[in-house]
């Protein structure tokens, strides 16, 4: 017997909180691949504590989105029973590992952006988002800060890292842009009050990945050419092997308990 | 956290030790003093710990392996946190025993190479494949319930950093075992089918486990050493015999079946279990389990594909320690 | 190949305000940062701490277990720096 994916009332505000929910735990997805098989024993930890930040998030939001929507989802249901054209995440991180330095060029584009974005929703008219803000700040602050170590150490390190580290740079560049476009549905909750614009942030942003960037050595690509579809369920090929795999047990013992 | 005893005997070397040395150490040793990384120690003793705490090191290592397998499966976000975080826990533990055997002289690359070269060896019971979701609760609520039997002696062990970070482990332990309980508890009071994934994980690994915890005594050879200088302070028999009577009632509760025809229970309560086979314990342990080369390559290829990492972190604290000597120079 | 040696760090933790810090065990990093990141990522992971120090293992001067008599043995003696040395009559109160 298959397993039905859920229907999910996408009212803006669920929208919203599932976008949010969805870059947090396909990103903590990710991260948590690495677990047993990252470059030191004492990077392994890193990877894993930054896995375990997002899924935390991702519990929270999918939590809170559940209770907005007010029928029978949840958490599990969310993550575990949707198909690759019901997720909303970003296009940027459902992109695979690959090596070190592209796992830390991903989390560097998103958790600079995630950082500004977060510290603006502490402001939210929404108690909640504003509550699971002021937690979710803290860790991607961390993140940043983490990851901003490593771009430094890769693009200034040696000649390899530095080629990998550019390298990761040139091919995530166009997954950026989506981190800071809007669409109808959000622009009437950022008028409310509760929803955050991420236009203003995109100057931060830029700002400060240029000035790691520059220490690092390396460069940003000229490009503006950038992708989108995430948001609206148009994925790359990559997400639908995550979810497979992330979803296996649950998709084949219907309606069973873990 | 995973011991085994697999070290065999040092004795002879103690033959070329200044005797009054080895006798004020042994004295030190049976008041139940610690020893210190610093202290004169024989030559022996430092050999065998550096062996054991570094094979402890490696099977947290290698252990991480068959849990992560099922990381990225876990069926709900719950147990996926879980999971990371327990797994996790073990690159930890790992991390803290090379620190403690490092502090005898020998450095954490040379022993890991040595893991990676095959040559030194880790817990049997990770060469075993993690086939289903029930494995996971498995591995949990036995291997984890076997490690604690050996490990909860090991934090009062002589060496004091072994022991220091043993206790470190076993604080954070505390929730493995149960975690891992609880999910076969899931299975248990779920559908037939997940019943029945349970009792097929324990047919697995029941043996297994029970191998964990080393020969049989009257086979052993290098108890007696291990005793005397208390790294060692309960024999492979007696805590295995703790061990089965401890989860005899466990797998009673949950409805499950010891895949052991002959076990019985004696008349002092102890709970019998019928013979091991030992020859499949050589045969893991030789390098022949389901998983053995399997684990070593995953090893291997983190190992190997880090390196260009540890390495571009090495220059750039080279030339940042560089930069900083010709400004004060200027 | 022999894989080359990194730099070993010991790691000390101040667990509440208040307190000392305290040497809670050791890591392997290529310089101070990422020492004291790793050290977060490795030895808080349960809330143990509110303030780190990484000290490179190399630069702690240790005393020799071998001349523990002469560095610890003399100051056992010397029991008139401890309070209980002196007897004040009880009737004089907490002094």
Redesign the interface.
């Known amino acids: 017997m298959a397993v039905a994916n859920v229907q999910v009332s996408e009212t803006p505000l669920v929208l919203y909180t599932l976008r949010r929910a969805d870059d947090a735990l396909i990103l903590g997805h990710r991260l948590s691949e690495w677990c047993g098989h990252a470059p030191t024993l004492e990077e392994d930890m890193a990877l894993a504590n930054m896995g375990l930040d997002l899924l935390g998030q991702a519990r929270e939001l999918y939590s809170y989105a559940a209770k907005v929507e007010s029928k029978d989802n949840d958490e599990d249901k969310f993550a575990y029973l949707r198909d690759v054209r019901q997720y909303r995440n970003l296009l940027l991180v459902e992109q695979p590992n690959g090596d070190f330095a592209r796992t830390m060029v991903r989390q560097f584009f998103y958790a600079a952006f995630a950082d500004l974005y977060w510290r603006a929703m502490m402001q939210s008219k929404d108690a909640t988002l504003a509550a699971i803000a002021a937690k979710s700040e803290k860790e991607s602050a961390y993140h940043l800060r983490h990851s901003s170590e490593w771009i430094i150490r890769l693009g200034d390190g040696s000649e390899e890292s530095h080629r990998r580290a550019q390298t990761a740079i040139d091919d995530l560049w166009s997954f950026t842009g989506e981190m800071f476009a809007v669409d109808d549905s959000e622009r009437g909750l950022i008028d409310a009050g509760i929803a955050i614009d991420p236009a203003p942030p995109h100057a931060q942003w830029l700002r400060t990945i240029t000035t790691v960037v520059n220490e690092a050595t390396l460069a940003l690509p000229a490009s503006n050419w950038m992708q989108q579809g995430g948001r609206s369920g148009r994925h790359s090929e990559h997400l639908g092997h995550l979810l497979s795999e992330l979803q296996s047990l649950q998709r084949t013992f219907p309606g069973a308990t873990w | 956290m995973y011991t085994q005893a697999l070290n065999t005997s040092d004795a002879d070397d103690r033959n070329v030790e200044d005797a009054a040395r080895a006798a004020a150490f042994q004295a030190r040793i049976d008041v139940d003093e610690r020893i210190?990384p610093?202290?004169?120690m024989p030559a022996a003793y430092r050999k065998t710990l550096t062996r054991q705490i570094s094979q402890h090191a490696h099977s947290e290592?290698v252990g991480?392996?068959p849990e992560?397998n099922w990381?990225?499966?876990?069926?709900?976000?719950?147990?996926?946190?879980a999971l990371?975080?327990k797994?996790?826990d073990e690159?930890?533990h790992?991390?803290?025993l090379?620190?403690a055997a490092?502090t005898l002289g020998t450095?954490?690359?040379?022993l890991?190479?040595a893991m990676l070269a095959g040559k030194a060896k880790y817990s049997s019971i990770f060469n075993y494949p993690t086939l289903t979701?029930a494995d996971i609760g498995t591995i949990g609520w036995l291997v984890d319930g076997a490690a604690i039997m050996n490990q909860i002696p090991l934090c009062r062990c002589s060496y004091g950093p072994y022991a220091r970070?043993m206790i470190?482990v076993c604080k954070?332990e505390s929730f493995h075992q149960r975690q891992g309980f609880e999910?076969m508890l899931?299975?248990c009071r779920?559908?037939d089918?997940?019943k029945a994934m349970a009792q097929d994980a324990l047919n697995r690994w029941w043996w297994p486990v029970l191998m964990m915890f080393g020969p049989p005594d009257k086979v052993s050879q290098h108890s007696d050493t291990s005793t005397k200088w208390k790294i060692k302070r309960f024999s492979n028999d007696e805590l295995r015999q703790k061990f089965v009577d401890a989860t005899v009632p466990q797998a009673q509760f949950l409805g499950l079946t010891i895949p052991d025809p002959e076990m019985k229970q004696d008349e002092a309560g102890y709970w019998v279990p019928g013979p091991i086979d030992w020859e499949e314990f050589k045969q893991v342990l030789a390098g022949n389990g389901p998983c053995n080369r399997d684990r070593l390559a995953?090893r291997r290829?983190?190992?190997d594909?880090?390196?260009?990492?540890?390495?571009?972190?090495?220059?750039?604290?080279e030339?940042?320690k560089r930069r900083q000597f010709a400004q004060a120079a200027e | 190949m022999a894989t080359p040696n990194s730099p070993l760090w010991e790691v000390f933790i101040r667990s509440r305000n208040g307190l000392a810090h305290k040497h809670v065990g050791s890591l392997h990093a290529a310089d101070a940062t990422l020492a004291l990141q790793a050290a977060r990522d490795i030895y808080t992971r349960r809330g143990e701490g509110l303030s780190i120090w990484v000290v490179p293992s190399s630069a702690i001067t240790a005393s020799d277990p071998a001349e523990k008599g002469m560095m610890f043995e003399p100051a056992e003696s010397k029991i008139y720096r401890h309070p209980t040395f002196y007897d004040v009559p009880e009737e004089v109160g907490h002094m």
């Open positions: 210190e610093n202290d004169w290592i991480m392996l992560g990381i990225t499966r876990a069926p709900t976000l719950r147990r996926k946190a990371l975080a797994v996790q690159c930890g790992g991390l803290y090379y620190a490092e450095s954490r690359e040379e890991v190479d979701w970070a470190r954070e999910i899931m299975l779920g559908t089918e997940q995953a290829k983190a190992h594909e880090g390196a260009w990492v540890r390495a571009a972190a090495a220059a750039y604290a030339k940042r």
